[in-house]
């Protein structure tokens, strides 16, 4: 199932999502988004899911990249990969601004999902950046 998404260029990257989904055996869903939290494109969640999945996956990538920073001596982030009772979830930097995030079973084999998520990423990583966003006209911190 792929949630709907805003019409634009981003909801045309359900496609990725869902091919990524359906060659990992025990893949459940995969959500595309902006490393603010932003669902771009998503695959196997409703709406909702998508938004929740987009928000936990933006406030883990963000310790990681604090993580770095203070003890790793730079705030670039791989992957994390968080083991629970009954499900994987990895969360990987897709693009400059972009975070991919891929929910699945624990019989999912691990070194697989993340190898196709990093050959995901490495081929279409052009497309999955998100740009920066401009603050709306007259909002550009003059005046203070």
Known sequence: ???????GPDSDLAWLLSGLVQRVPHTRSSVLLSSDGLTKAA???DREGAEQLS?????LFSLARGTGVRFGGGDAVRQVVVELDT??????????????AVLADREADAGVLGYEMSQLIKSVRPFLATPARSAPDGA????R
């Open 140 to 143: 550009g911190g003059h005046g």
């Open 55 to 59: 928000a936990i996956a933006s406030g």
């Open 87 to 100: 499900s994987l979830l990895f969360v990987a930097s897709a693009g400059y601004g972009s975070v991919l």
């Open 1 to 7: 199932m792929v949630s709907p998404a805003p019409p």
């Open 43 to 45: 695959h196997g969640l």
